[in-house]
């Protein structure tokens, strides 16, 4: 494709910015950053620039933004939505983060961490442990994706039961604005009520509104002991009242309570040889639950009290305690090898969704019996976060189906799942965001007083519609 003068020019102007080598024009130089990990999306850009720091993300920021060029912002590109992923037109500018890897504030007493946008999840981990501390963040892409990501798209997890998502354990932020000033609100304090709060506009608006490159985070404490369970339950019901005892037993800290369907253990003993069923018994559904806390031997007994309790009064089927950090590890690899391990199986249609708790077994129930009314032999796979009424419904194909004839049927299985979603008060995007993916379900379904204030924001902060558009709304 022959570039325009202008587009040259600004090409040149960036090289010069930020060095030769970290502005990429070359097509397949390019493509890890121009194609989505699971090959869903495959744009073109004009270039893909890594600036090393603030000043120069806001020089990029001037330069496209004077060219009125659009500009697609990237972290680890692990994202499920399609958001950091340029359209096909190639006249994005990608700014991919990961160049911007420092810690830059590690502070033991304040239990906090401040961390350049493309810190990588695993990394502000280790630096917290080396602190004594742990980042309240848990996800199965933490080797790959960014803080710059996890905190524009507000992530969940598996940890969003013990300590909210995200946004929830951040205390300031470091942001450049659609036309390259820069909004320094990069603060560690816990108390700040000096006008609206501006940082929460940035978090989870997945990059339209604003380029956070760095954050100040609230730690938490690390536990030196833990407890894992799995065990065996009839529904979600079971899953949720076991979850209250738990808690109501004040052993510990309740971490994770994942829910996994027969089906998913089903598959994983099938394509992974690692995997085995952990329990003798077979239920309908299992749960995953750990607690942490100070003393090994005082969780096991108190975690072992409550699963005995709930063997005796019927509320689980059967049930196991992990018996060393090994077989702990296990029971978290299958769990988080769910979404893999369905690949295997053929093709699917997820749904990240959430509901209330009151309400998330009715859901499921009636969800599952409706999947199966209106697709014969399709094969639902609701896992995940139960504790927190976010479940990933996933639809495996009929064994005997073309893939391509059932992912055909996706609108038919969307409007069975979203109509009971909203039916129930639930959320169509749960914790991946909206995107490019749910941009249309969002215009769709979302109050107009919602929407229009959230046009609003777009107009008062991004007037020309650089900063990825099209995502979101
Ligand atoms: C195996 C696997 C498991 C996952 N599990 C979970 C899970 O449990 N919970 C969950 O919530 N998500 C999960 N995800 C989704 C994904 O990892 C998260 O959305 C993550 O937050 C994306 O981070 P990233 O750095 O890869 O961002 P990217 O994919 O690069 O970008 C995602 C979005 O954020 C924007 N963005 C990125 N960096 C910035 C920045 N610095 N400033 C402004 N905007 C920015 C992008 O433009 C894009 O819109 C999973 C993904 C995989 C592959």
Redesign the pocket.
């Known amino acids: 494709m022959a570039l325009s003068d202008s587009s040259h020019v600004l090409i040149q102007e960036l090289k010069s910015a930020l060095g030769e080598a970290h502005v990429v024009t070359d097509v397949a130089a390019a493509l890890p950053f121009t194609r989505e ?2 090959g869903r999306l495959e744009g073109r850009a004009l270039c893909v620039v890594s600036p090393a720091d603030t000043s120069q993300v806001q020089e990029v920021v001037r330069l496209c933004a004077a060219s009125r060029v659009p500009m ?14 340029p359209d096909e037109t190639g006249q994005e500018v990608v700014i ?2 990961k160049r ?1 890897s420092r810690i830059r504030a590690q502070d033991s007493v304040g239990g906090t961490l401040t961390v350049e ?2 810190v ?2 695993a990394d502000a981990q280790a630096a917290a442990q080396e602190m004594g501390f742990e980042v309240p963040l ?5 080797g ?15 940890l ?1 039961l013990a300590y909210g ?2 946004k929830a354990m951040v205390l300031g932020l470091e ?1 450049v604005l659609a036309d390259g000033r820069l909004w320094q609100g990069l603060k560690s304090l816990r108390k700040d009520n000096m006008g609206y709060d501006l940082k929460q506009l ?1 978090l989870g ?9 760095a954050a100040s985070l609230a730690l938490v404490p690390a536990f030196p002991a833990k407890a894992v369970a799995f065990v065996g339950v009839q529904d979600a019901g079971a899953a949720l009242a076991l979850l209250q005892r738990t808690r109501e037993a004040a052993i510990g800290v309740v971490k994770a309570c994942e829910f996994i369907p027969d089906l998913g253990l089903e598959l994983l003993t099938q394509h992974m040889d690692w995997t085995r069923r952990p329990l003798e018994t077979q239920s309908p559904y299992y749960v995953l639950l750990e607690v942490d806390g100070h003393d090994n031997a005082a969780l096991e007994a108190g975690l072992d009290g409550v699963l005995m309790r709930a063997l005796e009064d019927g509320l689980i089927a059967d049930g196991m305690r992990a018996q060393s950090l090994e077989q702990a590890r296990l029971l978290w690899r299958m769990r ?1 090898a769910l ?2 391990v369905q690949k295997m199986e053929g093709a699917s249609i997820k749904h ?1 969704i959430s509901v209330p708790l009151d309400v998330l077994p009715a859901f499921l129930k009636e969800a599952e019996a409706a999947c199966l009314k209106a697709v014969p032999q399709c094969r639902p796979l609701p896992f ?2 139960v504790g927190d009424g ?1 479940i990933h419904f996933n639809i495996s194909q009929p064994p005997h189906m073309q893939g391509a004839d059932f992912l055909a049927l996706r609108p038919v299985l969307e409007d069975v799942v979203h109509g009971l979603v909203k039916h129930y008060g639930g959320s169509l995007a ?4 909206v ?1 490019r993916f749910k941009r249309d379900l969002l215009l769709e379904t979302l109050d107009p007083v919602a929407l229009s204030l959230m046009r609003s924001l777009k107009q008062a902060l991004d007037p020309h519609g650089l ?2 558009p099209h ?2 709304i």
Not at 72 to 85: E, K
Not at 144 to 158: D, E, I, K, P, R
Not at 205 to 213: C, D, P, Q, Y
């Open positions: 990990w699971r697609t912002v990237q972290g680890g590109n692990t994202g499920l939505m399609g958001g950091q992923v991919s983060l911007m946008a493309g990588v999840l848990s996800l199965a892409s933490e790959s994706c960014t803080m710059g990501g996890v905190l524009s798209t507000n992530a969940g997890g598996t969003t998502n995200a942001v940035f608006s997945e990059g339209t509104l604003g380029i956070i490159t988080h979404s893999e990240d995940g976060h976010n749960a914790e991946h965001g995107g900063l990825n995502r979101v």
